[in-house]
């Protein structure tokens, strides 16, 4: 076994009979979580970070500083401080990379070719360990952001969440507006007499901490070898010992909570939309009690709401929530 990593013997990682593939949990010595998978016959290497911070941890008056982060340590490294070389080099290799930033996370992932899976791995690992933000590219990458959020004002989707947003509680994180534009990231800061790139940097320096990453790997080597990789590649990023944010109190009151909201959509068609707030359910993840409950909502057969509302021509297809765990389940009829 690799020095320093510490094996989860008594965790059974249940699978189904058919899975050829071989798991494996194990803790560095930083206190980054992995789990190891080994797959001989796959053609494609991948890894993925999590990070237990997101856009909930936003400063105020710095509203998308963590999607902002997300996007500046695509750009370089210490070790590889060529700008976009890691995305250059995934697409060169037959891989794809993205990310994404959420409430209280933010994830990191890539694929590529086997064969350049592990200096890959070493380009993804200095996201963590020894980023370059450089003041260019914080400025290139501030008008990146708000052109994303200017592509969003042109989903509905992305326009009914933010409604959501102004709908909730003003003191609640997720009342915050998430993505981050010109606005907040530039022109506010600066009024207020602050450096973006600082508070980026600030922001970085005190919450990517090794205790808070987990860290999954894919590939075609056996176990031992991913972990003895995975040792060398991720071991030297920092751990401060943080503790786990927690964000009390209800994001809904009673003044948001039975309301008919009506929007007007920028495509054609008519929505109709139930939300209802709900604990998050990840101690529950097993029993799944939102997917129960979309699931008899959701039920197409003969008797089912859908299938009154399709014969009474208001209903062409009904979309139910992908999460067991989201907070906000949604269910839409739509015409």
């Not at 249940?14 to 930083?30: F, G």
């Not at 979580?33 to 991948?46: G, M, P």
């Amino acid at each position: 076994m690799a020095m320093g990593a510490i094996r989860d013997e008594q965790t059974e990682i249940i699978k189904p009979r058919n899975d050829k593939r071989e798991y494996r949990r194990v803790v560095l010595q930083n206190n980054v979580e992995v789990l190891l998978i080994s797959d001989t016959e796959t053609d494609k290497c991948a890894a993925s970070m999590d990070v237990r911070v997101g856009s909930f941890s936003d400063p105020e008056g710095l509203e998308g500083l963590a999607h902002f982060l997300e996007h500046m340590l695509f750009y370089a490294s210490e070790k590889y401080p060529e700008e976009d070389s890691y995305s250059k080099y995934i697409s060169e290799h037959g891989g794809s990379t993205n990310a994404f930033t959420s409430s209280e996370h933010t994830n990191y992932y890539f694929d590529v070719n086997p064969d350049c899976f592990e200096e890959a791995l070493d380009r993804f690992s200095q996201f963590f360990i020894k980023p370059l933000m450089s003041a260019d590219a914080t400025t290139r990458e501030i008008k990146a952001v708000d052109s994303e959020n200017q592509k969003n004002l042109l989903s509905d989707a992305w326009r009914m969440n933010q409604l959501q947003k102004h709908f909730s509680v003003k003191d609640h994180p997720y009342h915050k507006f998430s993505t981050g534009n010109w606005n907040t990231l530039e022109v506010r800061p600066k009024e207020r007499g602050l450096d973006t790139r600082q508070e980026l940097l600030r922001f970085y320096n005190e919450n990517y901490s090794a205790n808070r990453m987990h860290l999954v790997i894919y590939s075609k080597d056996d176990l031992d070898k991913s972990e003895s990789l995975v040792k060398n590649k991720f071991e030297k990023i920092r751990n401060m010992d943080l503790g786990c944010v927690n964000f009390t109190g209800q994001p809904c009151d009673s003044e948001n909570l039975q309301i008919i909201v009506k929007a007007v959509p920028i495509k054609q068609g008519h929505k109709l939309r139930f939300v209802w707030p709900l604990t998050p359910g990840i101690r529950h993840y097993k029993e799944g009690p939102s997917r129960y409950l979309g699931h008899l909502v959701g039920h197409e057969g003969e008797g089912s709401l859908f299938y009154v509302l399709k014969k009474l021509g208001g209903c062409y297809f009904l979309i139910m929530p992908e999460s067991s765990i989201h907070c906000f389940p949604t269910y839409w009829f739509q015409n």
